[in-house]
Protein backbone atom coordinates (compact mmCIF):
# COMPACT_ATOMS: atom_id res chain seq x y z
CA UNK A 1 0.00 0.00 0.00
CA UNK A 2 2.82 2.32 1.07
CA UNK A 3 4.61 1.92 -2.40
CA UNK A 4 1.18 2.24 -4.23
CA UNK A 5 -0.09 5.31 -2.47
CA UNK A 6 3.31 7.03 -2.58
CA UNK A 7 3.54 5.98 -6.44
CA UNK A 8 0.27 8.09 -6.84
CA UNK A 9 0.38 10.85 -4.04
CA UNK A 10 3.73 11.51 -4.35
CA UNK A 11 5.41 10.34 -7.62
CA UNK A 12 2.35 11.60 -9.29
CA UNK A 13 2.43 8.41 -11.48
CA UNK A 14 -0.64 6.95 -13.46
CA UNK A 15 -2.42 4.62 -11.11
CA UNK A 16 -1.92 1.18 -13.63
CA UNK A 17 1.80 1.98 -13.19
CA UNK A 18 1.78 2.48 -9.39
CA UNK A 19 -0.18 -1.11 -8.76
CA UNK A 20 2.40 -3.00 -11.58
CA UNK A 21 5.23 -1.36 -9.23
CA UNK A 22 3.54 -2.50 -6.61
CA UNK A 23 2.82 -5.83 -7.38
CA UNK A 24 6.59 -6.27 -8.53
CA UNK A 25 7.52 -5.09 -5.33
CA UNK A 26 5.32 -7.43 -3.07
CA UNK A 27 6.31 -10.38 -5.72
CA UNK A 28 9.74 -9.89 -5.49
CA UNK A 29 9.78 -9.90 -1.41
CA UNK A 30 7.22 -12.90 -1.13
CA UNK A 31 9.24 -15.94 0.31
CA UNK A 32 9.23 -18.57 -1.96
CA UNK A 33 7.01 -20.84 1.41
CA UNK A 34 4.39 -18.39 1.22
CA UNK A 35 3.96 -19.03 -2.50
CA UNK A 36 4.15 -22.80 -1.64
CA UNK A 37 1.36 -22.31 0.76
CA UNK A 38 -0.73 -20.14 -0.78
CA UNK A 39 -0.44 -22.61 -3.61
CA UNK A 40 -1.48 -25.45 -1.50
CA UNK A 41 -4.44 -23.60 0.16
CA UNK A 42 -5.58 -23.29 -3.49
CA UNK A 43 -5.43 -26.99 -4.02
CA UNK A 44 -2.85 -26.99 -5.84
CA UNK A 45 -0.51 -30.55 -5.91
CA UNK A 46 2.86 -29.80 -4.01
CA UNK A 47 5.01 -29.70 -7.15
CA UNK A 48 2.38 -27.30 -8.70
CA UNK A 49 2.85 -25.19 -5.80
CA UNK A 50 6.35 -25.42 -6.06
CA UNK A 51 6.55 -24.70 -9.80
CA UNK A 52 4.62 -21.23 -9.28
CA UNK A 53 6.84 -20.13 -6.05
CA UNK A 54 10.20 -21.10 -8.90
CA UNK A 55 8.84 -18.75 -11.47
CA UNK A 56 10.30 -15.51 -12.19
CA UNK A 57 9.05 -12.47 -10.49
CA UNK A 58 7.66 -10.72 -13.26
CA UNK A 59 6.19 -13.98 -14.74
CA UNK A 60 4.09 -14.47 -11.23
CA UNK A 61 2.81 -10.80 -12.07
CA UNK A 62 1.81 -11.01 -15.74
CA UNK A 63 0.39 -13.94 -15.22
CA UNK A 64 -2.27 -12.68 -12.45
CA UNK A 65 -2.44 -9.33 -14.58
CA UNK A 66 -3.66 -11.96 -18.02
CA UNK A 67 -5.87 -13.94 -15.34
CA UNK A 68 -7.58 -10.82 -14.74
CA UNK A 69 -7.85 -9.74 -18.54
CA UNK A 70 -9.31 -13.16 -19.07
CA UNK A 71 -12.39 -12.55 -16.34
CA UNK A 72 -13.23 -9.21 -16.96
CA UNK A 73 -11.93 -8.12 -20.28
CA UNK A 74 -14.57 -8.73 -22.49
CA UNK A 75 -17.48 -7.88 -20.02
CA UNK A 76 -15.98 -4.15 -19.43
CA UNK A 77 -15.69 -3.92 -23.41
CA UNK A 78 -19.65 -4.80 -23.95
CA UNK A 79 -20.47 -2.62 -21.04
CA UNK A 80 -18.51 0.23 -22.31
CA UNK A 81 -20.01 0.16 -26.11
CA UNK A 82 -23.28 -0.65 -24.01
CA UNK A 83 -23.02 2.95 -22.24
CA UNK A 84 -21.60 4.91 -25.49
CA UNK A 85 -24.49 4.06 -27.44
CA UNK A 86 -27.01 5.08 -24.99
CA UNK A 87 -25.71 8.55 -25.10
CA UNK A 88 -25.22 8.69 -28.92
CA UNK A 89 -28.72 7.42 -29.67
CA UNK A 90 -30.54 9.76 -27.20
CA UNK A 91 -31.50 6.72 -24.90
CA UNK A 92 -30.29 7.67 -21.90
CA UNK A 93 -31.85 11.43 -22.44
CA UNK A 94 -35.11 9.51 -23.29
CA UNK A 95 -34.81 7.48 -19.87
CA UNK A 96 -34.16 10.76 -17.87
CA UNK A 97 -37.37 12.56 -19.91
CA UNK A 98 -39.93 9.80 -19.13
CA UNK A 99 -38.56 9.26 -15.57
CA UNK A 100 -39.66 12.90 -14.97
CA UNK A 101 -42.89 12.96 -17.08
CA UNK A 102 -44.17 10.17 -15.07
CA UNK A 103 -43.26 11.25 -11.51
CA UNK A 104 -43.92 15.12 -12.45
CA UNK A 105 -41.99 18.29 -11.52
CA UNK A 106 -43.09 18.26 -8.12
CA UNK A 107 -41.08 14.86 -7.58
CA UNK A 108 -38.39 15.75 -9.96
CA UNK A 109 -35.63 14.82 -7.35
CA UNK A 110 -36.82 11.49 -7.28
CA UNK A 111 -36.69 11.46 -11.22
CA UNK A 112 -33.23 12.34 -10.97
CA UNK A 113 -32.26 10.02 -8.36
CA UNK A 114 -33.65 6.62 -10.57
CA UNK A 115 -32.54 7.77 -13.57
CA UNK A 116 -29.06 8.40 -12.40
CA UNK A 117 -29.24 4.83 -10.35
CA UNK A 118 -30.47 3.13 -13.54
CA UNK A 119 -27.66 4.59 -15.92
CA UNK A 120 -24.95 4.54 -13.48
CA UNK A 121 -25.35 0.39 -14.23
CA UNK A 122 -24.19 0.30 -17.90
CA UNK A 123 -22.77 3.83 -17.72
CA UNK A 124 -19.28 5.39 -16.09
CA UNK A 125 -20.43 7.30 -13.04
CA UNK A 126 -18.59 10.78 -14.61
CA UNK A 127 -20.37 10.14 -17.98
CA UNK A 128 -24.09 10.08 -16.21
CA UNK A 129 -23.07 13.14 -14.79
CA UNK A 130 -22.29 15.26 -17.56
CA UNK A 131 -25.22 13.62 -19.38
CA UNK A 132 -27.65 14.14 -16.68
CA UNK A 133 -26.28 17.87 -15.37
CA UNK A 134 -27.71 19.89 -18.59
CA UNK A 135 -31.29 18.29 -17.63
CA UNK A 136 -31.11 18.95 -14.12
CA UNK A 137 -29.91 22.80 -15.11
CA UNK A 138 -32.90 22.55 -17.38
CA UNK A 139 -34.79 22.06 -14.33
CA UNK A 140 -34.33 24.40 -12.23
CA UNK A 141 -34.50 27.29 -15.30
CA UNK A 142 -38.24 25.90 -15.44
CA UNK A 143 -38.98 25.94 -11.46
CA UNK A 144 -36.62 29.12 -9.87
CA UNK A 145 -35.35 26.60 -6.97
CA UNK A 146 -34.10 23.35 -5.87
CA UNK A 147 -30.90 23.44 -7.85
CA UNK A 148 -28.59 21.69 -4.84
CA UNK A 149 -31.59 18.98 -4.45
CA UNK A 150 -31.29 17.72 -8.33
CA UNK A 151 -27.48 17.86 -8.35
CA UNK A 152 -27.12 15.87 -5.16
CA UNK A 153 -30.04 13.55 -6.27
CA UNK A 154 -27.89 13.09 -10.08
CA UNK A 155 -24.93 12.06 -8.13
CA UNK A 156 -26.85 9.83 -5.42
CA UNK A 157 -28.50 7.58 -8.14
CA UNK A 158 -25.08 7.22 -10.05
CA UNK A 159 -22.31 7.06 -7.67
CA UNK A 160 -23.97 3.80 -5.79
CA UNK A 161 -24.51 1.25 -8.78
CA UNK A 162 -20.90 2.56 -9.75
CA UNK A 163 -19.72 0.76 -6.99
CA UNK A 164 -22.21 -1.64 -6.36
CA UNK A 165 -24.08 -3.28 -9.61
CA UNK A 166 -21.81 -5.16 -12.06
CA UNK A 167 -21.48 -4.73 -15.02
CA UNK A 168 -19.69 -1.52 -13.61
CA UNK A 169 -15.67 -2.48 -13.75
CA UNK A 170 -15.31 -2.10 -9.93
CA UNK A 171 -18.09 -4.44 -8.75
CA UNK A 172 -17.57 -6.09 -11.66
CA UNK A 173 -14.15 -6.88 -10.27
CA UNK A 174 -14.39 -7.54 -7.12
CA UNK A 175 -17.74 -10.40 -7.57
CA UNK A 176 -15.27 -12.19 -9.80
CA UNK A 177 -12.21 -11.99 -7.41
CA UNK A 178 -14.45 -13.53 -4.61
CA UNK A 179 -16.18 -15.54 -6.61
CA UNK A 180 -19.71 -14.33 -6.10
CA UNK A 181 -22.82 -15.22 -8.71
CA UNK A 182 -22.97 -11.93 -11.34
CA UNK A 183 -26.53 -12.29 -10.68
CA UNK A 184 -26.63 -12.66 -6.62
CA UNK A 185 -24.30 -9.73 -6.65
CA UNK A 186 -26.72 -7.56 -9.16
CA UNK A 187 -29.63 -8.62 -7.36
CA UNK A 188 -28.21 -7.80 -3.70
CA UNK A 189 -25.78 -4.89 -4.63
CA UNK A 190 -29.29 -3.43 -6.34
CA UNK A 191 -30.87 -4.05 -3.08
CA UNK A 192 -28.19 -2.03 -0.51
CA UNK A 193 -27.71 0.87 -3.81
CA UNK A 194 -31.60 1.90 -3.66
CA UNK A 195 -31.12 1.71 0.33
CA UNK A 196 -27.98 4.43 0.27
CA UNK A 197 -29.52 6.13 -2.38
CA UNK A 198 -32.42 6.82 -0.34
CA UNK A 199 -30.28 7.94 2.02
CA UNK A 200 -28.76 10.39 0.03
CA UNK A 201 -31.65 11.53 -0.64
CA UNK A 202 -32.72 12.78 2.40
CA UNK A 203 -29.77 14.21 2.97
CA UNK A 204 -29.69 16.04 -0.13
CA UNK A 205 -33.43 17.73 0.38
CA UNK A 206 -32.00 18.40 3.95
CA UNK A 207 -29.02 20.48 2.69
CA UNK A 208 -31.34 22.02 -0.18
CA UNK A 209 -32.95 23.94 2.63
CA UNK A 210 -29.97 24.89 4.27
CA UNK A 211 -27.90 26.03 0.71
CA UNK A 212 -29.33 27.60 -1.85
CA UNK A 213 -26.60 27.61 -5.00
CA UNK A 214 -27.27 29.22 -7.64
CA UNK A 215 -27.57 28.39 -11.29
CA UNK A 216 -24.27 29.38 -12.72
CA UNK A 217 -22.81 29.75 -16.39
CA UNK A 218 -19.89 26.78 -16.80
CA UNK A 219 -16.69 26.75 -18.99
CA UNK A 220 -18.60 23.60 -19.92
CA UNK A 221 -22.41 24.51 -20.85
CA UNK A 222 -23.56 28.32 -20.95
CA UNK A 223 -27.26 29.13 -19.74
CA UNK A 224 -28.31 29.65 -23.20
CA UNK A 225 -27.05 26.04 -24.55
CA UNK A 226 -29.34 24.47 -21.43
CA UNK A 227 -31.62 26.68 -22.40
CA UNK A 228 -31.53 25.14 -25.82
CA UNK A 229 -31.85 21.55 -24.14
CA UNK A 230 -35.21 22.32 -23.10
CA UNK A 231 -36.20 22.85 -27.20
CA UNK A 232 -34.58 19.78 -28.19
CA UNK A 233 -37.36 17.89 -30.31
CA UNK A 234 -38.59 14.62 -28.60
CA UNK A 235 -39.10 13.10 -31.95
CA UNK A 236 -35.15 12.94 -32.50
CA UNK A 237 -34.82 10.54 -29.29
CA UNK A 238 -36.04 6.42 -29.55
CA UNK A 239 -38.62 5.04 -27.75
CA UNK A 240 -38.39 4.36 -23.80
CA UNK A 241 -38.83 0.63 -24.62
CA UNK A 242 -36.20 0.74 -26.50
CA UNK A 243 -33.79 2.94 -24.34
CA UNK A 244 -34.11 0.38 -21.13
CA UNK A 245 -33.78 -2.57 -23.51
CA UNK A 246 -29.75 -2.99 -23.24
CA UNK A 247 -29.66 -2.23 -19.35
CA UNK A 248 -33.02 -4.37 -18.20
CA UNK A 249 -32.30 -7.13 -20.78
CA UNK A 250 -28.93 -8.78 -19.70
CA UNK A 251 -29.97 -8.59 -15.81
CA UNK A 252 -33.08 -10.09 -16.20
CA UNK A 253 -30.49 -12.67 -18.66
CA UNK A 254 -28.25 -12.77 -16.02
CA UNK A 255 -30.95 -13.49 -12.99
CA UNK A 256 -32.43 -16.04 -15.05
CA UNK A 257 -29.53 -18.01 -14.96
CA UNK A 258 -28.59 -17.63 -11.06
CA UNK A 259 -30.73 -20.35 -9.82
CA UNK A 260 -28.87 -22.90 -12.03
CA UNK A 261 -25.93 -23.00 -9.96
CA UNK A 262 -27.97 -23.49 -6.68
CA UNK A 263 -29.50 -27.15 -6.02
CA UNK A 264 -33.16 -26.08 -5.15
CA UNK A 265 -32.98 -23.76 -8.04
CA UNK A 266 -31.47 -26.74 -10.57
CA UNK A 267 -34.36 -28.86 -9.65
CA UNK A 268 -37.07 -26.20 -9.85
CA UNK A 269 -35.84 -25.94 -13.32
CA UNK A 270 -35.86 -29.34 -14.15
CA UNK A 271 -39.42 -30.05 -12.91
CA UNK A 272 -40.66 -27.09 -14.99
CA UNK A 273 -38.95 -27.73 -17.86
CA UNK A 274 -39.03 -31.54 -17.79
CA UNK A 275 -41.28 -31.46 -21.19
CA UNK A 276 -38.49 -29.63 -22.96
CA UNK A 277 -35.35 -29.40 -21.43
CA UNK A 278 -33.12 -27.86 -24.06
CA UNK A 279 -35.08 -24.86 -22.54
CA UNK A 280 -32.61 -24.85 -19.35
CA UNK A 281 -29.52 -24.94 -21.94
CA UNK A 282 -31.09 -21.80 -23.40
CA UNK A 283 -31.37 -20.27 -20.43
CA UNK A 284 -27.57 -21.16 -19.33
CA UNK A 285 -25.93 -19.83 -22.56
CA UNK A 286 -28.27 -16.57 -22.56
CA UNK A 287 -27.72 -15.97 -18.82
CA UNK A 288 -24.24 -16.10 -18.92
CA UNK A 289 -22.94 -12.33 -17.86
CA UNK A 290 -20.63 -12.20 -21.05
CA UNK A 291 -23.45 -13.35 -23.55
CA UNK A 292 -25.89 -11.53 -21.95
CA UNK A 293 -23.61 -8.23 -22.18
CA UNK A 294 -22.93 -8.87 -25.77
CA UNK A 295 -26.64 -9.02 -26.94
CA UNK A 296 -27.19 -5.81 -25.12
CA UNK A 297 -24.60 -4.00 -26.88
CA UNK A 298 -25.91 -5.50 -30.15
CA UNK A 299 -29.07 -3.78 -29.77
CA UNK A 300 -27.62 -0.68 -28.13
CA UNK A 301 -25.65 -0.47 -31.47
CA UNK A 302 -29.20 -0.85 -33.65
CA UNK A 303 -30.89 1.72 -31.58
CA UNK A 304 -27.82 3.99 -32.97
CA UNK A 305 -28.17 2.60 -36.11
CA UNK A 306 -32.22 3.23 -36.19
CA UNK A 307 -31.62 6.28 -35.28
CA UNK A 308 -30.32 7.89 -38.49
CA UNK A 309 -26.87 7.39 -38.41
CA UNK A 310 -24.87 5.41 -40.72
CA UNK A 311 -23.85 1.68 -39.69
CA UNK A 312 -20.65 1.94 -40.40
CA UNK A 313 -19.57 5.08 -38.67
CA UNK A 314 -21.38 3.77 -35.30
CA UNK A 315 -19.37 0.14 -35.93
CA UNK A 316 -15.93 2.48 -36.27
CA UNK A 317 -15.76 5.67 -34.86
CA UNK A 318 -18.58 5.00 -31.94
CA UNK A 319 -17.45 1.42 -31.35
CA UNK A 320 -13.83 2.42 -31.21
CA UNK A 321 -14.39 5.49 -28.70
CA UNK A 322 -16.04 3.15 -26.25
CA UNK A 323 -13.31 0.43 -26.71
CA UNK A 324 -10.54 3.09 -26.01
CA UNK A 325 -12.30 4.25 -22.66
CA UNK A 326 -13.01 0.44 -21.62
CA UNK A 327 -9.28 0.26 -22.74
CA UNK A 328 -7.69 2.23 -19.57
CA UNK A 329 -9.93 0.87 -17.12
CA UNK A 330 -8.94 -2.58 -18.00
CA UNK A 331 -4.98 -1.64 -18.24
CA UNK A 332 -6.26 -0.64 -13.94
CA UNK A 333 -8.07 -3.05 -13.07
CA UNK A 334 -5.65 -5.59 -14.25
CA UNK A 335 -3.29 -3.98 -12.80
CA UNK A 336 -4.96 -4.33 -9.77
CA UNK A 337 -5.45 -8.08 -10.53
CA UNK A 338 -1.76 -8.75 -10.68
CA UNK A 339 -1.36 -6.72 -7.61
CA UNK A 340 -4.06 -8.17 -5.55
CA UNK A 341 -3.23 -12.00 -6.41
CA UNK A 342 0.77 -11.43 -5.14
CA UNK A 343 -0.41 -10.14 -2.06
CA UNK A 344 -2.43 -13.02 -1.78
CA UNK A 345 0.29 -14.93 -2.18
CA UNK A 346 1.91 -13.31 0.66
CA UNK A 347 -0.26 -15.09 3.21
CA UNK A 348 -1.86 -11.75 4.11
CA UNK A 349 -5.87 -12.95 4.40
CA UNK A 350 -4.77 -15.43 7.15
CA UNK A 351 -2.87 -13.09 8.67
CA UNK A 352 -5.47 -10.56 8.73
CA UNK A 353 -8.17 -13.14 9.45
CA UNK A 354 -6.13 -13.69 12.97
CA UNK A 355 -6.04 -10.12 13.42
CA UNK A 356 -9.55 -9.52 13.32
CA UNK A 357 -10.14 -12.53 15.63
CA UNK A 358 -7.59 -11.19 17.88
CA UNK A 359 -9.01 -7.56 17.77
CA UNK A 360 -12.63 -8.73 17.79
CA UNK A 361 -12.72 -6.77 14.37
CA UNK A 362 -15.66 -8.27 12.23
CA UNK A 363 -14.39 -8.78 8.65
CA UNK A 364 -17.26 -6.40 6.80
CA UNK A 365 -15.83 -3.49 9.19
CA UNK A 366 -12.54 -4.41 8.17
CA UNK A 367 -13.10 -4.55 4.07
CA UNK A 368 -15.21 -1.45 4.47
CA UNK A 369 -12.34 0.10 6.55
CA UNK A 370 -9.54 -0.86 4.32
CA UNK A 371 -11.20 0.21 1.03
CA UNK A 372 -12.14 3.87 2.74
CA UNK A 373 -8.46 4.32 4.02
CA UNK A 374 -6.97 3.63 0.28
CA UNK A 375 -9.89 5.74 -1.59
CA UNK A 376 -9.50 9.05 0.63
CA UNK A 377 -5.52 8.19 0.12
CA UNK A 378 -5.86 8.42 -3.71
CA UNK A 379 -8.94 9.22 -4.43
CA UNK A 380 -10.04 6.78 -6.89
CA UNK A 381 -12.88 4.31 -5.84
CA UNK A 382 -12.23 1.80 -8.31
CA UNK A 383 -8.45 1.73 -7.39
CA UNK A 384 -9.88 1.13 -3.65
CA UNK A 385 -11.70 -1.85 -4.46
CA UNK A 386 -9.14 -3.22 -6.57
CA UNK A 387 -6.61 -3.18 -3.63
CA UNK A 388 -8.60 -3.52 -0.44
CA UNK A 389 -10.09 -7.05 -2.26
CA UNK A 390 -6.75 -8.26 -3.11
CA UNK A 391 -5.75 -7.90 0.59
CA UNK A 392 -9.30 -9.92 1.68
CA UNK A 393 -9.77 -12.08 -1.20
CA UNK A 394 -8.30 -15.04 0.04
CA UNK A 395 -10.09 -14.79 3.15
CA UNK A 396 -13.87 -14.25 2.38
CA UNK A 397 -14.42 -18.08 1.93
CA UNK A 398 -18.20 -18.95 3.33
CA UNK A 399 -16.90 -21.50 5.68
CA UNK A 400 -14.74 -18.59 7.32
CA UNK A 401 -16.88 -16.03 7.18
CA UNK A 402 -20.41 -17.77 8.27
CA UNK A 403 -21.86 -15.36 5.54
CA UNK A 404 -21.87 -15.33 1.82
CA UNK A 405 -18.97 -13.28 0.55
CA UNK A 406 -21.31 -10.92 -1.65
CA UNK A 407 -21.57 -8.86 1.77
CA UNK A 408 -17.80 -8.52 1.83
CA UNK A 409 -18.24 -7.57 -2.19
CA UNK A 410 -20.69 -4.76 -0.95
CA UNK A 411 -18.99 -3.59 2.17
CA UNK A 412 -15.59 -3.10 0.17
CA UNK A 413 -17.92 -0.73 -2.44
CA UNK A 414 -19.62 1.41 0.12
CA UNK A 415 -16.18 1.82 2.07
CA UNK A 416 -14.94 2.95 -1.68
CA UNK A 417 -17.63 5.97 -1.26
CA UNK A 418 -15.65 7.29 1.40
CA UNK A 419 -14.44 10.82 2.16
CA UNK A 420 -13.95 11.91 -1.82
CA UNK A 421 -12.24 15.27 -1.97
CA UNK A 422 -9.92 17.00 -4.40
CA UNK A 423 -7.60 14.25 -5.53
CA UNK A 424 -10.74 12.80 -7.04
CA UNK A 425 -11.57 13.14 -10.68
CA UNK A 426 -15.57 12.79 -10.18
CA UNK A 427 -15.12 15.95 -7.97
CA UNK A 428 -13.50 18.42 -10.49
CA UNK A 429 -15.76 17.14 -12.77
CA UNK A 430 -18.97 17.90 -10.45
CA UNK A 431 -17.15 21.40 -9.22
CA UNK A 432 -16.28 22.26 -12.74
CA UNK A 433 -19.79 21.22 -15.02
CA UNK A 434 -22.65 21.76 -12.23
CA UNK A 435 -21.29 25.57 -11.40
CA UNK A 436 -20.56 24.91 -7.45
CA UNK A 437 -17.49 26.20 -6.09
CA UNK A 438 -14.89 23.89 -3.86
CA UNK A 439 -16.28 24.97 -0.87
CA UNK A 440 -19.78 23.81 -1.60
CA UNK A 441 -18.94 20.67 -3.33
CA UNK A 442 -17.23 19.80 -0.16
CA UNK A 443 -20.07 20.49 1.77
CA UNK A 444 -22.07 18.88 -0.24
CA UNK A 445 -20.70 15.93 -2.40
CA UNK A 446 -18.08 14.93 0.55
CA UNK A 447 -20.53 15.07 3.19
CA UNK A 448 -23.02 12.88 1.21
CA UNK A 449 -21.41 10.24 0.01
CA UNK A 450 -19.50 9.99 3.33
CA UNK A 451 -23.23 9.73 4.63
CA UNK A 452 -24.19 6.84 1.92
CA UNK A 453 -20.65 4.56 2.87
CA UNK A 454 -21.80 4.57 6.73
CA UNK A 455 -25.46 4.09 6.01
CA UNK A 456 -24.14 1.29 3.27
CA UNK A 457 -22.13 -0.34 6.28
CA UNK A 458 -24.97 -0.38 8.42
CA UNK A 459 -27.04 -2.15 6.07
CA UNK A 460 -24.66 -4.66 4.31
CA UNK A 461 -24.00 -5.86 8.49
CA UNK A 462 -27.89 -6.15 8.89
CA UNK A 463 -28.51 -8.07 5.54
CA UNK A 464 -25.44 -10.48 6.63
CA UNK A 465 -27.03 -11.25 9.57
CA UNK A 466 -30.30 -11.77 8.30
CA UNK A 467 -29.89 -13.33 4.85
CA UNK A 468 -26.28 -15.06 5.49
CA UNK A 469 -27.27 -17.04 2.06
CA UNK A 470 -25.20 -19.79 3.66
Not at 1 to 11: F, N, T
Not at 48 to 57: E, G, I, N, S, T
Amino acid sequence: MVVVLGSILALRLHAFLALVLGALVVAALTPAAAIVQHGLSKKLSPEAAQRVADQPVIERVTREFGATVGRIGVLIAFASIVGKCLLDSGGADRIVRSTLRVLGEQRASLAFLSSGFLLGIPVFFETVFLLMIPLGKAMRMRTGCNYTLYVMCIIAGATMTHSLVPPTPGPLFVAKELNVDMGLMILCGGVVGAITAGSGWLYARWINRRLDIPLRDTAKASLAEVEALLKRDESQLPPFWLAVLPIVLPVLLISAATPLDAKGGAEFYARLFAACPAVIDVIRVLGDSTIALGIAALIALGTVVRQGQKAGDVLDKGVGVALEEAGLIILIIAAGGAFGGVLQQTGIGPRLQELSKTYSIGILPLAWAVTAVVRIAQGSATVAMVTAVGMLGSMAKPELLGFHPVWVALAIGCGSKMGPWMNDSGFWVICKVSGFTEKECLSTFTVMLSIMGVVGLGVVMLLAKLFPLV
